[in-house]
């Protein structure tokens, strides 16, 4: 059963005049068909004249009104309302205000290499795409930079931690589409290697919380390709995914005591002694030449086939 | 349906975690499942081989779909998070991609093989829930895991994304806990439950993965639980063998054990700690041992 | 930091251009400019992606195709606006369409093309020919514009919003006063020209499809410096649109032909009405006259339970391949959920109102986007005179493109040799005067709120000067808007003390500038005294060719409206020729 009028909790915060977030709660009369939009613009128009929330296209094209409800992630211009809401800014992104999180100036944003003029500025586009092609393009381009993705990044947030940068699924899905549209796409390719994609730990909360469905985490990895392909990624990476592809052309199973001797070199792996000692003395060290499989040799072929061809 | 499976150990299940091997055949036997091993089944290639050589991901693993099939086995179990994302994935673009198909059947007849697409693929934890249900297995539970304070750790692949996963709601994940309670447990319910676990990021840069993979474990020590489950080889991994270096990372002991769900459903149905491979893990589950050993 | 006299600091930005708006228009002037070498800033009010560019429908008109011409553009956009366009402004948009249009593809979109390699070209609603282009062509053409503008070194401002012009001692205008509420701090930018590109006014109506930030601001900025404006009660409804609830409110569902041959419109008595307005052509008669109908059997108490008519699809065939406007706005599934299925695939009737849509006239240009002021250039929706009265679909997102590119290369030009400096006095006293006015809303015992009078004028603007007018209405509303500038500006402040993205604050100067734009339509369409295109009056109701093939001319001296109009620039084909078609 509906109710006449929800109660929602907000969490309030300026930073310039608050210690901490403070969480208020407010009742507004339900409309019939409201999305939680509309409860902010109640709230604004009727009650709290400072509420700081940002909306602008009402039509998931702007990006702007993303923030969390009751913990998850939503555009709230398409967000219906439900009892007992509450409302709070996109988590792991400077706060501004209320609920509005820093979106960064336009120019970091949208086109962060501008600053360093790659070059293959000002050239053109390519022209012809395959059918294919142009959906998947499109696709990538449709990011509205509402910064959901980069919220629920469990390695974005790592960053705060220091060491290497990673840039952060909404970048690299932009450079995935500077890659596919640019006539010379290497300058980007080299700024997504930059950027760190060996960082992302492929936990797809990026591809499940896109409001667009743009299947970030699906860029990335499309991304790593295209560097693997080039010899470009970064060695650690690059010498996982070579062991693992070794590894299953040899003997159809991966060979972890390999792959990390492949990682780490003879020399480099020895630092990994005292764990393997332990790993031993649990009965859990892999064996080397981990078994090939049965029939290993009827894959083989195919397998070294399709590796020639790629 | 019935109880007879395609069983996709892995690659992890038999070398870093051989426990976890060992706890589901015991497990699966006691439950009357009847467990094909797929013996010449391959690696799935993780998310190595389906991001760098796409096509090779797709025949290897639509070979080890079409073992199954040819087998007339309607249901291939894992028991990994990682290697279910991944010949889901697959399965689900040779489902519907007729190209895709196509061109996997096209080097599979090279071998003699021939994928109809009319496999599911499915973790040991569903087919648990789904198929054995977990009433039945109430009735079973010899031994209720009554002080147990288990930690739910459900992780990425399992979860995401749900519309190739699509068993539990990533938003509010419900399988590991509604079977804590089933086997007598209480679930210990904490935030970063459905978190990654970084392990793929362990050979990138150690100490971040270290750090995240100890956060978690932190996490769920902070909600007083006594041990962490998981559903995935490699989480375990990451948390439990690799726990010493993020206790060093973060400078912090935690000593929080973490068995796999097979264990976890073994104790409850009697066997040792011995005989589902407690022994073997790194950070040792003490009190579980001592406890339920008889 | 420029420091004026008594003591007032103001952050003044240099450019040699200076665009206010990032639509469309905006961004491709900015690309064009900086293409030049100059130092270009764009100043948004909203974020970018936004305004208007960022919802429209995506598809964009040029003579691109094997069996189509400009002439034919031209005769279709002419006729479209019932022959009082400027011609010459045609002529030097059709001209130029396909070359501006294509570039985009080259700046990186993609547009549908066939499988041979050939440009899958549409018949927009009006036209004659297959010219319209789809793929992307709104929010994704903005992302783009503004990754080239940036690349070629523009900077570009959000949340920037542009209260006023700054002209010199020679009345030159010369750069602008904003206040940046995303840092709640008043700045000044001085420029070499200023090019305004500040789009749509939907928002000063009840009923728009349009952004929140589109109340026609350019509109008041360019009446301040005393620019001439065309053809001001040109409005374009669309006939359909969504009329509950109100995430979906406004947003369009097209006309009658999207749902196939035989859609009917009806009233709450089940009457198809369109018969009564248009015999020949019943529903399938233009936008404007639908959208009239649609009002009048609202107002005159036919009308649904949520204040539209009914689209009865059902006669239709099925296999037609349904429209899908929602998927437009990317939200099928919560309209299937509040619909229901069988309404939202139009299954079943479904209630539909008329709903403001583009400003069809605006501040005259010449064929360089020159206004009458120097200094000052236009482009885009907030120039005129191009449709005439009534736009073509898809006309739009080509005019931004032609126009956005012409007014940046003209400016960039213009703006050589111009470098005006805060340290005249003159530009001086306009800063300081202005930052006064704009902090001042803070002070003082002024208490009322802005989005109280904000739905006051559109409400008066949709009952008035909306879809259908008549001569005492326009004059009851310009009474409103002259009594509500004195309440206004004795009763509205801002209560609060935040300064960083306040929109109370946006609000309260919005309105004075809203007040200025319903004016000006509000005096524009009381003067013509005819009903053509979009522009329907009751105490009017014929076309009327002997008198009015004209435009109206408004302009602002000293705060007071002069009214007047002139004839329409026909130089480049009689208008004789083009009736006859």
Known sequence: MQSEILTVVVERYDPERDKAPRLVTYRVPRQEGMVVADVLLYLYEHEVPDLGFLWECRTRRCGTCAM???????????EPVREDMRISPLEGLPVVRDLIVDRQELQERLAPWAGETLDGSGKD????????????????????????????????????????????????????????????????????AQSNPSLCTRCFACTEECPRELRPAEAIGSLTKRLYDRHELDPHKTAHITSFVRSILRGAWLDEFRLLVDIYGIVGVAKFIPQALRMLRHRKLPKPHFGKTAQASDIQTILQDLDNRS | ?????????????????????????????????????????ACTGARDLIEAQPEMAMVLNARTLALAEAQGLETVMTVCSTCTITLRQVNKMLKENTSALERSNQELSRIGLRYNATVEVRHFLWVLIADYGLDRLKEQVKRPLSDLSVAPYYGCHILRPSDVLGFDDPDNPRSLHNLITAL??????????ADCCGFHMMTIDENRAARHAGGLLVDAQQQGADVMVTACPLCHISMDSWQPKSERVMKRKIGMPVIHVAQLVGLALGFSPRELGLEQHIIRPVEIIANYSR | MWEGSGGVEVEVLESDVLIIGAGGAGLRAALEASKLGLRVTVLSKGPVPGGATSVSGGVIQAAVGPDDSPEQHFRDTVVGGRFVNNQRLVQAFVKNAPQKVLDLERYGCAFDRKEDGSLDLRMPSGATRKRGIEGEVNSNVQKILAQR??????RIHEFMMVTRLLRDDKGRVCGATAVNFAKGLFVAFVAGAVILATGAAGRLYSVTACPRSSTGDGVSLARQVNARFVNLEMMQFIPLAYTYPEFIKGFTLGEAPNYGHHTRFLNSKGERYMLKYDAKRAEYATRDVAARAGYVEVQEGRGSPHGGVWVDTSANDRKDGLYQPHKLADRYQMIVDFYGSAKANFEEPFEATP???????????????????????????????????NRLGANALAEIQVFGSIAGVNAALDSRGNSPTPSNPAIGSQITDEKSAVLELFEGPRKRRACEFKHDIQRIMWDCVGVVREGKKLQTALAEFQRLREVVRDEVGVTTETRRYNYDWVEALEIPKMLDVGEMMAAAALSRTESRGAHYRTDFPQEDDANWLRETVVQDFGGKLAVTSQPVDMSVTPIVELQSI
């Open chain 1, 68 to 78: 969390r409800v009751n913990g998850h992630p939503v555009l709230t211009c398409s």
């Open chain 1, 125 to 192: 586009a390519r022209i012809l795409l395959e059918p294919g092609e142009i959906a998947h393009y499109r696709a990538l381009s449709e990011c509205i930079d509402c910064f959901i993705c980069d919220s629920v990044c469990p390695a974005l947030a790592e960053n705060a931690k220091g060491g290497p940068q990673f840039a952060g699924p909404r970048r690299l899905i932009r450079l995935e589409a500077q890659v596919q549209r640019r006539a010379e796409p290497l300058p980007w390719l080299m700024y997504a």
């Open chain 2, 1 to 41: 349906m019935g109880n007879r499976y395609a069983y996709f150990q892995g690659c992890a299940a038999r070398q870093s975690c051989p426990e976890l091997n060992k706890s589901t055949l015991l497990v699966a036997k006691r439950l009357g499942w009847e467990l094909v091993t797929l013996e010449c089944g």
């Open chain 2, 184 to 193: 007598g447990g209480s679930p210990a319910d904490f935030s970063s439950q």
């Open chain 3, 149 to 154: 503008a940036l690349e070629g070194g523009a």
């Open chain 3, 355 to 389: 709903s403001a849509l583009f400003l069809i006239g605006g501040v005259e240009i010449d064929t360089e986007c020159r206004t009458n002021v120097p200094g000052l250039f236009a482009a885009g929706e907030v120039a005129a005179n191009l449709h005439g009265a």
